[in-house]
């Protein structure tokens, strides 16, 4: 049976489509004593993550020193980690005691778009962190006329909807046809993983991705590159070296951010065979 899966429906045509309703996800180990080992990992990783960034925010809204920028786009940073694994992990922690961990299809759908939403919007509020800091380095005497809280507002609201509109139009714009097969080889719901169940050729879907990913990982990356190599060039013309250590104090934990998020996002754009899928039936 091949389901006529189009994504420019809501949420109940999907449903009504097809017999299929649920995804069984595969991803976690069989084996009971490793699904409790992985279920304290994610929920110390999950309690760490969620209790830092909440701090962060919590801490940069109540102290009003804290009210620059800088720290208003970090607060924006810290809200998409706390929502990041707050939209996957609780459920993961459940199914690590399921003997058969599912999701209802709409669900997962939703749970998916939600990923592709948040890390979209995670790469873009990178970049512009990027921008503030090579503006505060490079212009400090015009850095108040550059980034003030109007431009720091219009940035915000750009970035947040840029990311909603490079998310949402693949949905609309690339139909998917899913087989009857309901098993996903990952513990949650990913793009990349939910694409090896379609039965229609899927490299117009593919070509979309990674068009998309091009104006959302690349492209702010190439920015973040050029953005500190310019900040790096300033650095080294400042004489002293109590002002170069604090010109590199409000960049290092930026530059390990962009390397931990970046380089995971980046090897996942690797092209993948599509001709080896076994459900695709010409």
Not at 128 to 140: E, K, L, T
Not at 246 to 268: E, F, N, R, Y
């Amino acid at each position: 049976m091949i389901l006529n899966f189009p994504l420019t429906g809501n949420m109940e045509d999907w449903e009504n489509a097809t017999t299929v309703t649920e995804i069984v996800l595969m991803g976690l180990s069989t084996q009971p004593h490793v699904r409790a080992a992985l279920f304290v990992l994610f929920l110390v990783i999950y309690a760490v993550t969620v209790t830092a960034n909440g701090l962060i925010v919590v801490l940069i809204v109540v102290d009003s020193h804290l009210h620059t920028p800088m720290y208003f786009f970090l607060s924006n940073l810290s809200f998409i980690d706390i929502c990041y694994g707050t939209n996957a992990v609780p459920q993961t922690l459940a199914h690590c005691f399921t003997d058969r961990p599912t999701i209802p299809l709409g669900r997962c759908f939703a749970q998916m778009f939600i990923t592709l939403f948040l890390g979209v919007a995670d790469c873009l509020v990178l970049a512009v962190m990027a921008y503030d800091r090579f503006v505060a380095i490079c212009s400090p005497l015009h850095y108040s006329l550059i980034v003030n809280w109007k431009v720091c507002i219009i940035l915000v609201v750009s970035l947040w909807v840029s990311s909603f509109l490079f998310t949402i139009a693949p949905f609309f714009i690339m139909p998917v046809r899913l087989c009857d097969r309901n098993m996903l080889n990952h513990f949650a719901c990913e793009a990349q993983a939910m694409l090896k169940l379609a039965c229609s050729d899927i490299r117009a879907t593919g070509l979309n991705m990674l068009i998309t990913s091009v104006f959302t990982l690349l492209l702010p990356f190439v920015f973040i590159l050029v953005a500190y190599g310019r900040i790096g060039l300033a650095i080294l013309r400042i004489r002293s070296a109590q002002g170069r250590g604090k010109a590199l104090s409000t960049c290092g934990s930026h530059l390990a951010v962009v390397g931990l998020g970046h380089v995971p996002q980046a090897s996942s754009l690797k092209p993948k065979p599509q001709a080896s899928n076994p459900n695709f039936h010409r």
